[in-house]
């Protein structure tokens, strides 16, 4: 795996899917959502909360879960081994793959809301 396999989530990078209304009160006749999917399977544990960190590196080789990450404030850097990076700020999202090896890198005081899953 290499940086390529960190997606960015965003409605250009999902799978649009909009989801069935069963078992929905639908309050407004407008109503309409759209999910766009990333990634998915069955899970066997997850959790998920608040991080913050101090600007520092860290190597995890593997990556032990799948992991969205939003960025709420400040910035980090994912890199894969072979030097390929990606960057993500304020109010970013992306998904970092179970197996993925590189280094988290925090460029500034961060924090972010996560969730990872293990399958």
């Known amino acids: 795996m290499d940086i390529t396999d960190v997606v960015r989530l965003s409605a250009e990078t999902g799978t649009a899917n909009v989801p069935p209304i069963e078992g929905y009160e639908v309050l407004s006749a407008q109503w309409r959502e759209t ?26 080789d593997p990556w032990p879960y799948d992991e969205i ?11 894969d081994l072979d030097g390929g990076r990606a960057e993500f ?3 970013e999202a992306f998904f970092i793959p179970r197996g993925f090896a590189g280094d988290w890198v925090t460029i500034e005081p961060t924090s972010k809301v996560f969730v990872a899953v293990t399958r």
């Open 35 to 60: 999910e766009y999917l990333a990634y998915g399977g069955p899970a066997k544990e997850y959790t998920g909360g608040f991080w913050t960190g101090e600007p520092g590196a860290v190597r995890i």
């Open 89 to 91: 700020g304020a109010g």
């Open 69 to 79: 990450c939003v960025i709420l404030s400040g910035r980090v850097a994912v890199a």
